[in-house]
């Protein structure tokens, strides 16, 4: 156990890595929300990870395509669930709400994702998984009434909260598909291949409304989203997974509603306040009490 310690400490500074660069992804998509649209920048990003990744990933997807095309319909699905519905729809919410209230949202994924589990896998939630669940759902709940949950009755919530709540949905599907079918696929041709399907998809919505021009405001902000949240952050989150196991690895998720608050406050002098803490507090007690197994399971997968 020793040596295993002194040979991947530096391994818990992937997922720290990967983190940050997704929560930095969360507060540009906030900053460029007003310099160019959400099917432009989503657009954008995919084609540059494309391009980036064609000269490396096509040859090899060449090689295995009849491992792909096994696999093309799920592949366009896991596309449609965590590339488009989930990202295109965050972009929108960015219009309406704030990259710290998008960052606590995101953190709601495990809890989506053991309900989504339920109906898709069969996989019925145990009694800490209900409690931490309602527990973050009336976390979430506050964060986005600020405070007063009477307000959110009154006037209905926020739309970009909203936007949010259901990209997260929609998230959780694809993480909930990806354990369903366990694809038996290198991840780096999965990722190109899906980044295709994202790419085909977005098509009409180009043709429907048009590409905003790539200038010297947005251009950063595309390049940044192209690059790193897209290619970098994955990867280096795969190593992580590989290092120290994927249970591990997805405690640092919620990390994330903390640094985008930080990146925001600096970067958008966006403030955090009281209901944010309260809330915030509330959604990750609620996902570390949901991801607790009762003692049969735990006793069940030591056996395993």
């Given amino acids: 156990m020793k040596d295993v310690a002194k040979v991947h400490w530096w391994a818990f500074l992937l997922p720290m890595l990967a983190v940050l660069i997704w929560s930095l992804n969360i507060t540009v ?7 160019i649209s959400p099917v432009s920048i989503s657009f954008y990003r995919w084609l540059i990870a494309f391009i980036i990744l064609t000269p490396f990933m096509l040859p090899q997807v060449w090689k295995q395509r009849m491992l792909v095309r096994r696999h093309l319909g799920q592949l366009a699905i896991l596309s449609a669930f965590g590339m488009v519905l989930y990202q295109g729809l965050a972009y929108s919410a960015a ?4 990259a710290t209230n998008m960052g606590i949202i995101n953190a709601f994924i495990p809890v989506f994702t ?3 589990s339920m109906f898709i896998l069969k996989d019925i939630p145990n009694k800490f998984a209900v409690i931490g669940s309602l527990i973050s759902f009336f976390g979430l709940i506050y964060v986005m009434s600020q405070g007063h949950l009477t307000s959110l009755l009154n006037s209905g919530g926020h739309l970009g909260d909203g936007i949010m709540v259901i990209a997260v949905f929609f998230y959780a599907f694809y993480g909930v598909f990806l354990k369903k079918w366990q694809l038996q696929i290198p991840l780096l041709i999965s990722l190109y291949v899906q980044i295709g399907f994202a790419l085909i998809y977005h098509l009409p919505f180009v043709a429907w409304l048009g590409l905003d021009a790539i200038n010297i405001q947005n251009g950063p902000s595309v390049f940044y989203a192209g690059l790193f949240p897209s290619l970098v952050a994955p990867l280096v989150w795969m190593v992580a997974v590989q ?3 994927p249970n591990r690895t997805s405690i640092f998720m919620n990390l994330m509603p903390v640094f985008t608050a930080i990146i925001a406050s600096m970067w958008l002098s ?5 209901y944010h803490t309260l809330g915030g507090i509330m959604i990750l007690v609620g996902i570390v009490l949901a991801q607790k197994k009762t003692p049969a399971k735990a006793a069940q997968l030591l056996r395993n």
């Fill in 29 to 35: 998509t906030r900053y460029a929300a007003d310099l």
């Fill in 95 to 98: 219009h309406y709400t704030t």
């Fill in 114 to 116: 053991i309900f989504v």
């Fill in 243 to 245: 290092q120290i196991g």
């Fill in 270 to 274: 966006e403030q955090w306040t009281i």
